[in-house]
């Protein structure tokens, strides 16, 4: 919840006030609303009324395709996370959520590029650093994956995750 008010003040910093946004906003949060109860129908049903009322507003893209994968329904949950990384190319969080879904189906090079864009935007984030680690061994750039794997070390040393992968990436 407090990821969404920070992208809200950032959507609405640039334009100044305009009706239009702060409707699609208050859209999202009831979204968000409906997602803290569980309720994925009415979040998502929320979120596109969001996108009708402002197509440009990437904070409802990024929810909506959040809550496509929580119904189980990758090929629009990718679509939409594409078009949330369009519209806030400097969003780390989704080109991390771009880059884990990218990598489930099987898409190796795409969940690279996503998560080199996550850790390069927000450097300090060992998930994101953990995560590219994975997305390169399994796009078999194993040196690329060794050297993400000890910048995340260098973040939180003894990180028992990333030991573990380094381990299995040198055991291969």
Aim: overall charge negative; proline content about 5%; cysteine-free.
């Amino acid at each position: 919840a407090a990821a969404a008010a920070i992208a809200v003040v950032l959507h609405l910093m640039p334009r100044g006030y305009d009706p239009k946004a702060a409707m699609a906003l208050e859209t999202v949060h009831e979204g968000l609303r409906f997602e803290e109860r569980h309720e994925l129908r009415p979040a998502m049903e929320a979120y596109q009324r969001a996108v009708e009322i402002d197509p440009k507003l990437a904070i409802a893209y990024h929810n909506l395709a959040a809550v496509y994968v929580d119904l189980g329904d990758p090929a629009s949950a990718i679509a939409l996370y594409r078009r949330a990384a369009l519209l806030d190319p400097v969003n780390p969080r989704t080109h991390y959520n771009l880059g884990i879904l990218l990598g489930r189906v099987g898409d190796h090079v795409g969940a690279v590029e996503q998560m080199e864009k996550a850790a390069g935007l927000q450097p300090d984030w060992l998930d994101a650093l953990y995560d590219l680690g994975v997305a390169y061994a399994n796009a078999g750039r194993d040196q690329d994956a060794e050297r993400a794997w000890q910048r995340a070390l260098a973040l939180r040393p003894g990180d028992a995750r990333t030991v573990s992968a380094l381990e299995a990436l040198k055991a291969r």
